[in-house]
């Protein structure tokens, strides 16, 4: 079974460009999650999807970040004006419900991204 | 402000050697405990999830211990192998929102010969 998967690997792209990152689940998964890490920081959420509905958001920076989740299957993230800080490794999961209620997540093997 | 705190930064150890990883959490209402094993790369795999009313739980040669009262756990890692180099995250999950986790920023772990 494939497992997460993301593309691209890497993006490097200057300041004021416009850079979309996609996520293929794996199959199945109706939960799909957008994670960052900037250099030396912990990993933080960004947003969660059930299917194509977003359940929170609450972890998005700001208004130049959209994600989409079209017919529930992939997703794609989008940053448009990138800033500098924007820099980080993007990470994408997704879940089903485990028998004790808790949802494993697997990740994907992340995007990183370079804003000059 | 949900919190989780990993001790130490960075760790180096001998192959075949034991080590403790050491966790600390601030995160309320909580629903459970993970640790995720994350290669120079790659992203981060799951080892063990843990309950509120579980204190143990051994994947392999890695085994979690989990204090719900006092919020602590550690990450046990028996007989460390050249492959266990990697960074060890401690991730909490809260409950009321679906599924948010808390990261802690990890510890990296390197066994040399």
Redesign the interface.
């Known amino acids: 079974e494939a497992g997460?998967t993301q593309f691209p690997s890497h993006s490097v792209i200057e300041k004021g460009q416009t850079v979309t990152l996609r996520c293929d689940p794996i199959s199945g998964h109706d939960?799909l999650?957008w994670?960052r890490r900037v250099m030396g920081?912990?990993?933080?959420?960004l947003l969660?999807f059930?299917k194509e509905s977003k359940?929170?958001e609450?972890g998005m920076p700001n208004n130049r970040f959209l994600a989409e989740r079209t017919g529930g299957t992939y997703s794609t993230l989008k940053v448009q004006p990138a800033e500098l800080e924007d820099s980080g490794v993007y990470?994408c999961?997704s879940?089903q419900r485990?028998l004790?209620g808790?949802?494993?997540?697997?990740?994907?093997?992340?995007t990183r991204l370079t804003v000059l | 402000k949900n919190q989780v705190e990993q001790s130490p930064q960075s760790l180096i150890i001998l192959e075949g050697k034991n080590c403790t990883l050491q966790c600390n959490y601030t995160v309320s209402p909580f629903s459970n405990l993970r640790w995720y094993k994350q290669d120079t790369g790659r992203g981060p795999v799951s080892l063990t999830i843990m309950t509120f009313s579980e204190n143990t739980k051994s994947n392999g040669r890695y085994t979690a211990t989990l204090d719900a009262d006092t919020k602590q756990s550690s990450l046990h890692i028996t007989a460390s192998q050249l492959s266990d180099s990697a960074s060890y995250i401690c991730v909490v999950e809260n409950t009321g929102t679906a599924s948010k986790l808390t990261f802690g920023t990890g510890t990296r772990l390197q066994v040399t010969l």
Not at chain 1, 41 to 45: A, D, G, M, N
Not at chain 1, 102 to 110: A, L, T, W
């Open positions: 997460v939960n999650y994670y920081k912990e990993i933080k959420f969660h059930v359940q929170d609450s990470f999961a879940s485990g004790a808790e949802y494993e997540q697997f990740f994907g093997p992340g």
